[in-house]
């Protein structure tokens, strides 16, 4: 039945920065979709330029106060790849476990905080922790937990100070590692079991668009910090190459970029990871899947949440075993001295002209930082691609595809739908903002 | 009962409403001796500094209608019936979220008191506008007052009308 529909979302709630929905029908027939993206632009990578290579991490990890451990990471890998250095077996351990500390809070408070609201008919979280107190407590316990992570091992939550190029300053001590294995270990027994009861009962929206879904992979494990830049479309991308795979392109609508395969849209994220990487999940977080329903692969990006509820399992099993890793090891003194301003004229890793790229998976998907240096270690350009910014043009594609088969509903019911679509994705439109410049017309 | 934790949040971004973020710096330059933390724009975090600690003074703008520079104390519950951000997101959660969140849990976090000073200019850019940079050794003082247990001074501080949210 022909059908206008005229959808102005303003400022979509429960997504970090702001964006609006627009979508016009006219006659049946879809004639625009946007996902605006409204927010100020942030002019990190033209803030970097002349500083001292040290710094980078400390300047990039306040792009976001969700994945600050990521674009720590991020940067630390672009870094260390320009200037050829290889950390230490310790210094990779601590830095998985850190990040897999991230994704475990960013997942929680997305499923449980901005997620969940949708299925109890809750505006907010506010409501949600007066009707339901104990799933609200649940999810603070299990940030909290993540949060400990992250303040012993990268020194403070949520930006990192202990992080730097090529180590650690301060290397935790062995009390604080048994401490928190002791906590994941109580976590994956009580907070896990009765997550998954509660996200297995809830009915997510079908719908399916099969697109590229792009993530890290590695041979050995779950992919996060190392790998290789992999299509499921076009296959395997060294991650010095990403501008191969990644273009970014500046659209009137937003000041976000958009970042575009050389061929069409891309995914990034919990579910592209999981449709490549399934298999190398530890286990419970496999039999979570399995109770889930989440079976790779799954083309339906509402199941981007339940993903993300899957590799939060996983990541509790990955510290548990990164920080049994390092106990068994035995802790090694490498703390080095801090690389800031202050401590620009001491040591230093050795500084030389170089190019590098970092890419390390960050909880909303792939993240790319990439650096090139002066003689000095000066900053001479920076590019950082934000997960977000690769996911805008496949959403507004599944917008695309979705619109004309839920035309008959009511426009509420369409407007919730496209809601939790983009909710789904866990957009961080904050930190994806960053065009330096762009004319409106 | 040991010494409060003093809490300066806000966006020095914005102009006045790092009002609290420049008190605590005051606090520290001065070399008071309390337990001073710049909370900055900190969120859900604010939850577990209340939930663990016997005493928080938070120092934070607060949009209350009045002159700029107006100082007012509040008990948490008392800010409970202003609304929320409507856009609700972990980057948006701020003082009011995380007391709202506590109530519904009911840790009615009593042990948190809020000094409230009126911004006067909430707009991108550095530094207090004059009328609340004058007023910084006034905070300042009642800050230290509620530190010192003189729990009637702050408390006393009068206000003519109960605490309304200006017309947008």
């Known amino acids: ?441 | 009962m040991t010494r409060p934790l003093v809490l300066g949040l806000g966006n020095i971004l914005f102009r006045d409403d790092g009002v609290g973020v420049r008190a605590v710096e005051r606090l520290r330059q001065d070399g008071y001796e309390a337990e001073i933390i710049n909370g900055a724009t900190l969120g859900l975090s604010l939850f577990d500094i209340f939930k663990n600690n016997e005493k928080v003074i938070v120092v934070d703008a607060v949009n209350m209608g009045r002159d700029p520079g107006t100082i007012a104390c509040f008990k948490a519950e008392e800010l409970l019936s202003l609304p929320e951000n409507r856009n609700f997101s972990l980057h948006e959660i701020g003082l009011l979220e995380v007391l709202k969140i506590g109530f519904a849990l009911e840790e009615n976090f009593s042990n948190v008191i809020i000094i409230g000073i009126q911004p006067g200019i909430i707009e991108q850019g550095e530094g207090l506008s004059p009328e609340v940079e004058d007023k910084l050794p006034e905070i300042i003082e009642v800050v230290k007052k509620e530190v010192n247990q003189d729990a009637s001074y702050a408390r006393n501080i009068k206000r003519d009308e109960p605490v309304r949210v200006p017309e947008a």
Not at chain 1, 131 to 142: E, N
Not at chain 1, 184 to 199: A, C, N, R
């Open chain 1, 1 to 441: 039945m022909p059908k206008d529909i005229d959808i102005n979302v303003h400022h979509v709630a429960r997504v970090e920065g702001h964006g609006n929905i627009v979508i016009d029908v006219k006659n049946g027939e879809l004639k625009k979709v946007e996902l605006q993206i409204v927010e100020a632009p942030r002019f990190f990578e033209a803030m970097l330029k002349g500083r001292r290579f040290p710094e980078a991490p400390q300047i990039t990890s306040r792009i976001c106060g969700i994945c600050a451990v990521g674009h720590t990471s991020a940067s630390l890998r672009g870094l260390e790849d320009a200037l050829g250095i290889e950390p230490s077996e310790q210094t990779v351990l601590l830095r998985k476990a850190v990040l897999e500390a991230e994704f475990l809070q960013s997942h929680v408070l997305h499923y449980y905080f901005l997620i969940a609201p949708d299925f109890f008919n809750a505006s907010s979280v506010i409501p949600l922790a007066a009707s339901h107190p104990d799933v609200i407590k649940r999810a603070l316990r299990m940030k909290k937990l993540a949060d400990d992570v992250i303040t012993v091992i990268a020194g403070r939550h949520p930006h990192p100070i202990s992080m730097v190029v090529d180590g650690f300053t301060r290397i935790p001590a062995e009390s604080e590692l048994r401490d928190l294995l002791a906590k994941l270990k109580e976590s994956l027994i009580k907070d896990i079991p009765p997550t998954l009861d509660l996200f297995a009962s809830l009915k997510f929206p079908s719908f399916e668009r099969k697109t590229d879904y792009v993530s890290l992979k590695h041979p050995e494990e779950y992919a996060y910090y190392d790998g290789i830049i992999y299509s499921s479309e076009t296959g395997e991308t060294k991650h010095r190459d990403y501008k191969n795979k990644v273009k970014e392109e500046v659209v009137l609508h937003s000041t976000a970029k958009h970042a575009k395969g050389p061929f069409k849209p891309y995914m990034v994220g919990a579910l592209s990871r999981f449709n490549n990487n399934a298999e190398l999940l530890m286990p419970v977080a496999k039999k979570a899947a399995k109770k889930l329903g989440l079976l790779a692969p799954n083309y339906n990006p509402y199941m981007i949440s339940v993903a993300q509820i899957v590799e939060s399992v996983h990541n509790i099993e990955r510290m548990i075993y990164l920080v049994e890793e390092l106990l068994r090891k035995g802790l090694k003194d490498e703390a080095i001295e801090r690389q800031t301003i202050a401590g620009w004229s001491a040591k230093l890793p050795q500084i030389k002209k170089g190019w590098g790229v970092g890419a390390v998976e960050v909880p909303r998907g792939l993240l790319f930082h990439e650096y090139r240096l002066d003689d000095d270690g000066l900053i001479m350009g920076a590019n950082c691609v934000i997960p977000t910014g690769q996911n805008l043009a496949n959403i507004e594609d599944d917008m695309r595809a979705l619109v004309p088969t839920i035309l008959d509903k009511p426009k509420e019911e369409i407007t919730l739908l496209l809601e939790m679509l983009v909710r789904a994705y866990d957009p961080c439109i904050s930190c994806s903002v960053h065009m330096l410049k762009v004319d409106f017309v």
